[in-house]
């Protein structure tokens, strides 16, 4: 593969399966809000509220279970490619202790979770009823993902996506079923029973591959520990907690401003995060490329990886904001039959747009410095961004200002373009110092 002669087509033939994964997992979000926004629109703040803390500990536990993927793809270029299994197998326990912890955890606490935040007492207790619910769901979307980890390791991942768009068809099934009787909490549990399928279908795919003897998939082989699954995941992982109980919270504050607020606010992030999926595709493409080059010690290359991903991106996040300028109605009316929240949406449609590119570009930059083994700097960046920035302005505009949901929307461009800018300019000056270390040696 000559990475300087077609960057950009690699980086697209790469990203593509990636992007159409992710897209299928937000599209089982698309269908719960969207089902509930037009059957059940009075329930949209109890399933907003609902999602809020288990995704949080759901997206920081996906950054553990990284080391799945890296440690598979190590094993298979050590040339012990039954380690690979053994790295499943540990990721596999691990999705199952830590999403049963959060169930638990979950199930314990129930609405006195918002309670605590400040939320009131009518949308706390339905709020809380329904996250019991979704929290039963989270450790088999960690084994889904861990399996699919270890699919992309040994570059089989359209078996992931596949089963990922039948769960779809089986999520809308179950919302049609349950959301026009039980509302929010229908749509909880069609999200349970979808990835029971999830999860099911492809560790069974998995088993019955050709190759699952190579893989040392049915042993009990050692090889990999969970100390060292920990160790890659963990930067990762914090990461990912700070980027996702940000969100989160924001959540919150848009809850404690109203119920229309925090509906429009869900709306707006899915629409934000399903665009999202395309820059993480991306994201993991310049990753590949980037550490494939960095590997053979070919700077150039690898530092023409990192920009050519993130211009792709920015060209790709730039063409949907002009989507949302130009459909902002359709948009709003696609996900819910409330004509209030419908006209809150349209009008904040023009921040979200602007809020694309740099979301986007911060997580392609993180990757890139990941990929060159620069782990920590994205996660003190991230902590900057969206620990401290972006919840400090979103409370003081959206809630002490009283601007709502438009000082949230704002509060998140602020965020990520002070990300995008840090996570770049640490890329620039790297790149630039080693390509002027390998000039003399060239």
Same mark, same amino acid.
């Given at each position: ?61 996906? %950054? ?15 040339? &012990? ?10 990721? +596999? ?17 129930? %609405? ?12 706390? %207790? ?80 998995? !088993? ?14 050692? @090889? ?56 993480? %595709? ?5 990753? =590949? ?34 989507? !949302? !300028? !130009? ?16 006209? +809150? ?24 410095? &990941?990929?060159?083994?620069?782990? $920590? ?22 809630? =002490? ?5 438009? @000082?949230?929307? $704002? ?5 990520? =373009? ?25």
């Amino acid at each position: 593969m000559r990475l300087d002669a077609l960057p950009i087509a690699t980086l697209l033939r790469l990203a593509g399966p990636v992007a159409l994964a992710r897209l299928g997992i937000m599209g089982m979000g698309l269908v719960d809000v969207i089902v509930v926004g037009q059957l059940a629109p009075q329930e949209l703040p109890y399933q907003a509220l609902a999602l809020a803390p288990p995704s949080v500990l759901l997206v920081t536990s996906i %950054g553990l279970l990284t080391g799945v993927q890296v440690l598979s793809a190590r094993a298979i270029g050590e040339g &012990r490619p039954e380690h690979a299994g053994d790295a499943l197998r540990k990721g +596999l326990a691990l999705s199952a202790w830590v999403g049963g912890g959060i169930a638990l955890l979950v199930a314990l606490l129930g %609405g006195r979770i918002f309670s605590a935040l400040g939320i009131g007492p009518d949308l706390a %207790g339905p709020s809380g009823e329904v996250m019991q619910v979704f929290a039963l769901s989270l450790p088999f979307h960690l084994a889904y993902v861990a399996t699919a980890f270890f699919l992309e390791s040994i570059q089989r991942p359209m078996a992931s996506t596949v089963v990922m768009w039948i769960a779809n068809i089986a999520n809308l099934v179950l919302n049609l079923a349950f959301v026009p009787e039980y509302g929010a909490l229908g749509s909880a549990w069609a999200t349970v029973g979808s990835r029971v399928f999830l999860a099911g279908a492809l560790i069974f795919w998995v !088993l019955r591959m050709p190759e699952a003897a190579k893989y040392g998939l049915r042993g009990r082989g050692g @090889g990999v520990s969970y100390g060292s699954l920990m160790r890659i995941g963990s930067a990762a992982a914090v990461s990912h907690a700070v980027e996702a109980g940000a969100f989160s919270w924001m959540t919150i504050i848009a809850g404690r401003v109203s119920g229309e607020a925090v509906a429009a606010y869900q709306i707006l992030l899915n629409v934000l995060a399903l665009v999202f999926m395309i820059a993480l %595709g991306l994201s993991t493409a310049t990753a =590949v490329l980037t550490a494939e080059a960095a590997g053979r010690n070919d700077r150039a290359s690898a530092a023409r990886a990192s920009w050519t991903g993130l211009g792709v991106n920015t060209i790709a996040m730039i063409a949907f904001a002009v989507v !949302l !300028l !130009l459909l902002p109605h359709a948009i709003a009316r696609a996900y819910t039959a409330d004509l209030a929240i419908a006209a +809150l949406i349209a009008g904040l449609m023009p921040i979200a747009a602007a809020i694309l590119a740099p979301d986007g570009g911060q997580v392609v930059a993180a990757s890139a410095l &990941r990929a060159r083994g620069d782990n $920590w700097f994205p996660t003190a960046s991230h902590i900057l961004a969206y620990a401290i920035i972006m919840p400090g302005l979103a409370t003081y505009w959206g809630e =002490v200002q009283g601007h709502g949901v438009a @000082g949230i929307m $704002w509060a998140i461009f602020i965020g990520s =373009v002070v990300s995008v800018a840090v996570l770049a300019g640490r890329l620039l000056a790297l790149t630039a110092r080693r390509t002027a270390r390998a000039a003399p040696a060239q």
